[in-house]
Protein backbone atom coordinates (compact mmCIF):
# COMPACT_ATOMS: atom_id res chain seq x y z
CA UNK A 1 0.00 0.00 0.00
CA UNK A 2 1.54 3.71 -0.83
CA UNK A 3 1.01 6.63 1.49
CA UNK A 4 -1.38 8.69 -0.46
CA UNK A 5 -0.05 11.71 1.34
CA UNK A 6 3.99 11.04 0.30
CA UNK A 7 2.44 10.13 -2.94
CA UNK A 8 0.50 13.63 -3.41
CA UNK A 9 3.12 15.91 -2.14
CA UNK A 10 5.48 14.30 -4.40
CA UNK A 11 2.77 14.73 -7.35
CA UNK A 12 2.20 18.48 -6.12
CA UNK A 13 5.44 18.88 -6.21
CA UNK A 14 6.32 18.21 -10.00
CA UNK A 15 3.37 20.17 -11.17
CA UNK A 16 5.51 23.35 -11.98
CA UNK A 17 7.94 22.08 -13.99
CA UNK A 18 5.29 19.89 -15.31
CA UNK A 19 3.85 22.81 -16.36
CA UNK A 20 6.42 24.33 -17.72
CA UNK A 21 7.01 21.51 -19.72
CA UNK A 22 3.49 21.26 -20.50
CA UNK A 23 3.32 24.53 -22.10
CA UNK A 24 7.16 24.00 -23.91
CA UNK A 25 4.86 20.88 -26.27
CA UNK A 26 1.43 22.46 -27.23
CA UNK A 27 2.47 26.21 -26.63
CA UNK A 28 -0.81 27.55 -24.24
CA UNK A 29 -1.35 27.79 -20.98
CA UNK A 30 -5.10 26.16 -21.09
CA UNK A 31 -3.90 23.46 -22.42
CA UNK A 32 -1.00 22.93 -20.64
CA UNK A 33 -2.92 22.80 -17.50
CA UNK A 34 -5.61 20.71 -18.71
CA UNK A 35 -2.69 18.20 -19.75
CA UNK A 36 -1.25 18.20 -16.51
CA UNK A 37 -4.56 17.60 -14.75
CA UNK A 38 -4.70 14.44 -17.23
CA UNK A 39 -1.84 13.37 -16.25
CA UNK A 40 -2.21 13.81 -12.29
CA UNK A 41 -5.73 11.74 -12.93
CA UNK A 42 -3.55 9.31 -14.99
CA UNK A 43 -0.88 8.78 -12.72
CA UNK A 44 -3.12 8.13 -9.76
CA UNK A 45 -5.46 5.94 -11.17
CA UNK A 46 -1.84 3.74 -12.04
CA UNK A 47 -0.28 4.42 -8.75
CA UNK A 48 0.47 0.82 -8.39
CA UNK A 49 2.83 0.61 -11.82
CA UNK A 50 4.55 3.30 -10.13
CA UNK A 51 8.19 1.36 -8.85
CA UNK A 52 8.63 3.35 -5.20
CA UNK A 53 11.44 4.54 -4.63
CA UNK A 54 12.34 5.49 -8.56
CA UNK A 55 11.82 8.93 -9.88
CA UNK A 56 8.40 10.64 -9.47
CA UNK A 57 9.39 13.00 -11.56
CA UNK A 58 10.18 11.21 -14.40
CA UNK A 59 7.10 9.00 -14.31
CA UNK A 60 4.98 11.82 -14.33
CA UNK A 61 6.60 13.18 -17.48
CA UNK A 62 6.74 10.12 -19.43
CA UNK A 63 2.73 9.84 -18.61
CA UNK A 64 2.24 13.66 -19.69
CA UNK A 65 4.79 13.38 -22.64
CA UNK A 66 2.74 10.01 -23.69
CA UNK A 67 -0.84 12.20 -23.49
CA UNK A 68 0.45 14.90 -25.08
CA UNK A 69 1.77 12.76 -28.37
CA UNK A 70 -1.51 10.50 -28.66
CA UNK A 71 -3.33 13.85 -28.39
CA UNK A 72 -1.54 15.69 -30.93
CA UNK A 73 -1.79 12.55 -33.59
CA UNK A 74 -5.68 12.56 -32.90
CA UNK A 75 -5.82 15.97 -33.71
CA UNK A 76 -4.02 16.31 -36.63
CA UNK A 77 -6.42 13.44 -38.39
CA UNK A 78 -9.02 15.44 -37.04
CA UNK A 79 -8.73 19.01 -38.07
CA UNK A 80 -5.36 19.31 -39.61
CA UNK A 81 -5.78 23.28 -38.53
CA UNK A 82 -7.53 24.38 -41.12
CA UNK A 83 -7.89 27.77 -40.61
CA UNK A 84 -4.64 28.10 -38.72
CA UNK A 85 -6.67 28.73 -35.56
CA UNK A 86 -4.21 26.32 -33.79
CA UNK A 87 -0.95 27.61 -35.50
CA UNK A 88 -2.17 31.21 -33.79
CA UNK A 89 -2.76 29.21 -30.39
CA UNK A 90 1.13 28.51 -30.34
CA UNK A 91 2.03 32.42 -30.37
CA UNK A 92 -0.47 33.04 -28.04
CA UNK A 93 1.11 32.42 -24.69
CA UNK A 94 0.63 35.14 -21.55
CA UNK A 95 3.99 36.81 -22.49
CA UNK A 96 3.13 39.81 -19.61
CA UNK A 97 6.29 40.98 -18.43
CA UNK A 98 8.95 39.08 -19.87
CA UNK A 99 11.47 40.34 -21.69
CA UNK A 100 11.30 40.42 -25.44
CA UNK A 101 14.49 38.13 -25.53
CA UNK A 102 12.47 35.19 -24.30
CA UNK A 103 10.02 36.29 -26.81
CA UNK A 104 12.81 36.09 -29.16
CA UNK A 105 14.05 32.66 -27.90
CA UNK A 106 10.96 31.32 -27.26
CA UNK A 107 9.91 31.53 -31.19
CA UNK A 108 13.31 30.16 -32.48
CA UNK A 109 12.30 27.22 -30.06
CA UNK A 110 9.22 26.73 -31.83
CA UNK A 111 11.06 25.94 -35.19
CA UNK A 112 12.43 23.16 -33.67
CA UNK A 113 11.35 19.55 -34.82
CA UNK A 114 9.16 18.61 -31.74
CA UNK A 115 12.17 15.83 -30.65
CA UNK A 116 14.83 18.32 -30.55
CA UNK A 117 12.68 20.71 -28.31
CA UNK A 118 11.64 18.28 -26.00
CA UNK A 119 14.95 16.90 -25.39
CA UNK A 120 16.28 20.25 -25.44
CA UNK A 121 13.93 21.34 -22.20
CA UNK A 122 13.88 17.67 -21.06
CA UNK A 123 18.18 17.92 -20.31
CA UNK A 124 18.48 21.75 -20.36
CA UNK A 125 15.72 23.32 -18.60
CA UNK A 126 13.59 20.07 -16.46
CA UNK A 127 17.20 19.56 -15.38
CA UNK A 128 17.07 15.37 -15.93
CA UNK A 129 19.92 13.90 -16.80
CA UNK A 130 20.15 12.24 -20.05
CA UNK A 131 19.63 8.85 -19.15
CA UNK A 132 16.60 9.84 -17.41
CA UNK A 133 15.33 11.69 -20.70
CA UNK A 134 15.79 9.13 -22.49
CA UNK A 135 13.79 7.11 -20.82
CA UNK A 136 11.15 9.96 -20.65
CA UNK A 137 10.86 9.97 -24.58
CA UNK A 138 11.74 6.28 -24.95
CA UNK A 139 14.70 6.06 -27.11
CA UNK A 140 18.30 5.57 -26.39
CA UNK A 141 20.86 7.69 -24.50
CA UNK A 142 22.59 8.80 -27.46
CA UNK A 143 20.02 9.81 -29.38
CA UNK A 144 18.94 12.14 -26.82
CA UNK A 145 22.28 13.84 -26.88
CA UNK A 146 22.39 13.74 -30.13
CA UNK A 147 19.21 15.67 -30.20
CA UNK A 148 19.70 17.82 -27.93
CA UNK A 149 23.05 18.95 -29.68
CA UNK A 150 21.39 19.71 -32.86
CA UNK A 151 18.58 21.97 -31.39
CA UNK A 152 21.46 23.66 -29.70
CA UNK A 153 22.98 24.09 -32.99
CA UNK A 154 20.08 24.90 -34.71
CA UNK A 155 18.95 27.44 -32.13
CA UNK A 156 22.28 29.26 -32.17
CA UNK A 157 22.21 29.55 -36.00
CA UNK A 158 18.33 30.64 -35.41
CA UNK A 159 19.35 33.77 -33.05
CA UNK A 160 22.25 33.90 -34.50
CA UNK A 161 24.35 33.51 -31.22
CA UNK A 162 28.34 34.01 -32.56
CA UNK A 163 29.35 34.28 -29.31
CA UNK A 164 28.03 35.25 -25.19
CA UNK A 165 27.47 39.01 -25.84
CA UNK A 166 26.06 38.47 -29.23
CA UNK A 167 22.37 38.25 -27.18
CA UNK A 168 20.73 42.12 -27.11
CA UNK A 169 21.21 45.33 -29.03
CA UNK A 170 24.25 43.79 -31.14
CA UNK A 171 22.32 41.62 -33.01
CA UNK A 172 20.39 43.99 -34.55
CA UNK A 173 22.91 46.26 -35.45
CA UNK A 174 24.51 43.30 -37.30
CA UNK A 175 20.86 41.79 -38.82
CA UNK A 176 21.34 45.52 -40.71
CA UNK A 177 24.81 45.17 -41.80
CA UNK A 178 23.89 41.94 -43.10
CA UNK A 179 20.94 42.98 -44.95
CA UNK A 180 22.05 45.88 -46.64
CA UNK B 1 22.03 39.24 -49.43
CA UNK B 2 23.51 38.09 -46.62
CA UNK B 3 27.14 38.43 -47.26
CA UNK B 4 29.53 37.35 -44.31
CA UNK B 5 31.74 39.50 -43.62
CA UNK B 6 34.77 39.27 -41.54
CA UNK B 7 32.69 40.11 -38.44
CA UNK B 8 30.91 36.77 -38.84
CA UNK B 9 32.68 34.14 -36.73
CA UNK B 10 30.60 31.38 -35.89
CA UNK B 11 32.01 28.68 -35.02
CA UNK B 12 30.18 26.38 -37.52
CA UNK B 13 32.53 24.85 -40.26
CA UNK B 14 29.90 24.46 -43.36
CA UNK B 15 26.75 24.81 -43.63
CA UNK B 16 26.01 22.59 -46.44
CA UNK B 17 25.38 19.79 -45.56
CA UNK B 18 22.35 18.60 -43.01
CA UNK B 19 24.19 16.97 -41.02
CA UNK B 20 27.08 18.74 -40.60
CA UNK B 21 29.16 18.59 -36.83
CA UNK B 22 29.11 22.04 -35.43
CA UNK B 23 31.36 22.40 -32.45
CA UNK B 24 29.52 25.05 -30.38
CA UNK B 25 31.74 27.28 -27.91
CA UNK B 26 30.88 26.84 -24.16
CA UNK B 27 29.87 30.23 -24.22
CA UNK B 28 27.20 29.61 -26.88
CA UNK B 29 25.97 26.61 -24.70
CA UNK B 30 25.53 28.47 -21.50
CA UNK B 31 23.57 31.55 -23.26
CA UNK B 32 21.31 28.91 -24.73
CA UNK B 33 21.00 26.91 -20.84
CA UNK B 34 20.41 30.20 -19.34
CA UNK B 35 17.91 31.72 -21.92
CA UNK B 36 15.89 27.95 -21.21
CA UNK B 37 16.15 28.34 -18.18
CA UNK B 38 14.53 31.83 -17.60
CA UNK B 39 11.77 30.88 -19.85
CA UNK B 40 11.14 27.58 -18.03
CA UNK B 41 11.27 29.50 -14.74
CA UNK B 42 8.74 32.19 -15.83
CA UNK B 43 6.07 29.06 -15.56
CA UNK B 44 7.92 27.60 -12.41
CA UNK B 45 8.13 30.79 -10.85
CA UNK B 46 4.08 30.26 -10.96
CA UNK B 47 3.90 27.38 -8.06
CA UNK B 48 0.96 25.37 -8.15
CA UNK B 49 -2.21 26.31 -8.88
CA UNK B 50 -4.71 25.93 -6.44
CA UNK B 51 -6.89 23.72 -8.84
CA UNK B 52 -4.25 20.82 -8.99
CA UNK B 53 -4.23 21.38 -5.22
CA UNK B 54 -8.01 21.11 -4.85
CA UNK B 55 -8.03 17.76 -7.42
CA UNK B 56 -5.73 15.47 -5.78
CA UNK B 57 -6.92 16.30 -1.83
CA UNK B 58 -10.20 15.34 -3.84
CA UNK B 59 -8.37 12.14 -4.54
CA UNK B 60 -6.73 11.59 -1.77
CA UNK B 61 -9.97 11.77 0.54
CA UNK B 62 -11.71 9.36 -2.35
CA UNK B 63 -8.47 6.47 -2.00
CA UNK B 64 -9.47 7.16 2.07
CA UNK B 65 -13.28 6.41 1.86
CA UNK B 66 -12.43 3.17 -0.25
CA UNK B 67 -9.69 1.84 1.60
CA UNK B 68 -12.08 2.27 5.20
CA UNK B 69 -14.91 0.28 3.48
Do not use: H
Amino acid sequence: MNRPNDVRDAMLGAVPSLRAFAISLCGNMDRADDLVQETLLRAWANLGSFQPGTNMSAWLFTILRNLFRSEYRKRRREVEDADGSYAESLTSLPDQNSRLEIGEFREALKMLPPEQRESLILVGASGFSYEEAAQICGCAVGTIKSRVNRARTRLADILSIDSASDFGPDRETRAVVNSS
Amino acid sequence: MNRSGPSQRKTKTDVRGSETVIKLGPDIKAKIGQQLRLMYGEVVDQGVPDRFVEMLKRLDNATDRGSKE
